[in-house]
Every structure is written in C-alpha cells, then in structure tokens.
C-alpha cells in the first residue's frame, strides 16, 4: 500500500532556531516529492518539488532532500521565523500516465518568540 | 489576483440536505481537483477533472459529484449529506494535461469548513 509518514507530529521550536522535519514513504513507483506549507485556515502552497535525479532542493529558507535509495526526504529550515508556524505535508507522486498524490499527515511546526 | 476561490467559506449542514460547494479558478489550468481534509489523515482526493467535459473519481468518491462546464468551475455536490461528510473541502488546479506529472504543481484554494449535524 502507498504510504507516506511522517515525523514528528508536531513540533515546537524558537525563533531563530533550526529544525528538520523527515517524510518516509513507501509509493511506488516513484515520480516526484513534494512539500507543501499549510497555515491554519488555509490551503497548501507548495514550497519544493524534486524528481527521482534530484537530492537537493532549495526555496529560500527551505531546504529539501531526497534519497531515493533508503525512500526518505527531510525538510530543513534554516533561522525559523514566528511566519513559519504551519503545518508542512511532504506528498508522493505515484505512478505514470494517472499519477496519485499520496499525502502525509503533516508536521505541525509552532515557532515560539 | 489570480487564483481559487472557494464558496462559501463554512457551513453548517443538516443531515440529508443537498449541498454544492463552488470552486473557481482563473488560470486557466485545464487540471481541477476536490479533496477532503480530515484530523489524522493525509489529503484524500474525492473527484478530479482532467480537462472541461470529463472528469473522474478519486480514492473517496462516494456520496460526492463533480460536473466540469467550463474551464473555469468545478462544482462539487453533495446530493444527501451524512455526518462523516464533516471536513474541510479543498479545491486545487494544475496546468498540465500530464495529470500529476513531475512539473504538474497543484495549486489550492482556501478550503471549505462543513459541518455536518
């Protein structure tokens, strides 16, 4: 079955302060991963998209990573702002032609002052 | 502003009652999607449109309808509401015939809060 997970649940950090956020996933075959930021009462907006041949990705504060190999992905962020309280969602794509989205429950990351 | 937008923004519902809730996109991607966001659970695609006239069904499909007229809307309908219908309804659109394909970024609206009693 295609799952993604991902870890911790939640998470409470201070300002300034850096944090990783780790997604494993069990989809196949692979496309492409995402992750997405979700403030409270809103949509997600994605912040990077990486295919099979990318282990690295950056947006800004953002770093992804990608092994394909051990099917992980980890999102860095760098200098945390009080902004970046939301919940983060790492999604699979899954397959060619039709590709299904398989969604992470998400990250709830507080960013305290 | 380009984007979705997404009506009404929240809704209390009676059990049994018809509901449509609007999507509307100004992009004019062809792609158009409904999911379901429940607490504890992943994103879940309920129907999807590939292109104006056709549309398909996702991983929870039942007790929901989609039509797709136009480019532009992409109703979703909920002809006899339940209790487990209770979540928040994100619309999202992409601008990729490649359904889902590696450049295909899906972009949402703010999302639908109903509440069914």
């Known amino acids: 079955k295609n799952q993604v997970e991902q870890s911790p649940q939640s998470l409470i950090i201070l300002e300034g302060k850096n944090c990783t956020l780790q997604?494993?996933?069990?989809?196949?075959?692979?496309?492409?991963l995402r992750w997405y930021k979700q403030d409270t009462g809103r949509g997600p907006v994605s912040l990077t998209i990486?295919?099979?041949?990318?282990n690295t990705k950056s947006n800004g504060r953002y770093t992804a990573t990608l092994d394909a190999d051990t099917k992980q992905s980890s999102l860095h962020i760098t200098a945390s702002q009080l902004s970046d309280s939301a919940s983060y969602i790492c999604v699979v794509s899954a397959g060619t032609g039709f590709q299904k989205l398989v969604f992470g429950t998400g990250t709830r990351l507080l960013v305290s002052p | 502003i380009a984007g979705i937008t997404q009506a009404p923004t929240s809704q209390i519902l009676a059990a049994g009652r018809r509901m449509t809730l609007r999507c509307t996109q100004d992009?004019?991607?062809?792609?158009m999607y409904w999911y379901r966001q429940d607490l504890g659970l992943g994103l879940r695609l309920i129907h999807y449109?590939?292109?104006?006239?056709?549309?398909g069904k996702g991983e929870v499909p039942d007790g929901y309808s989609v039509s797709r007229a136009n480019t532009d809307d992409f109703p979703l309908t909920l002809a006899s509401a339940v209790p487990s219908q209770t979540s928040v309804y994100f619309c999202?659109?992409?601008?990729?015939?490649?359904?889902?394909?590696?450049?295909?970024?899906?972009?949402f609206g703010p999302g639908t809060r109903l509440t069914v009693l």
């Open positions: 997604c494993n996933y069990t989809v196949s075959p692979f496309s492409n």
């Open positions: 990486m295919t099979f041949s990318e």
């Open positions: 992009m004019r991607h062809n792609a």
């Open positions: 999202a659109s992409s601008d990729s015939l490649s359904f889902g394909g590696p450049l295909n970024e899906q972009f």
């Open positions: 449109s590939n292109t104006a006239g056709t549309t």
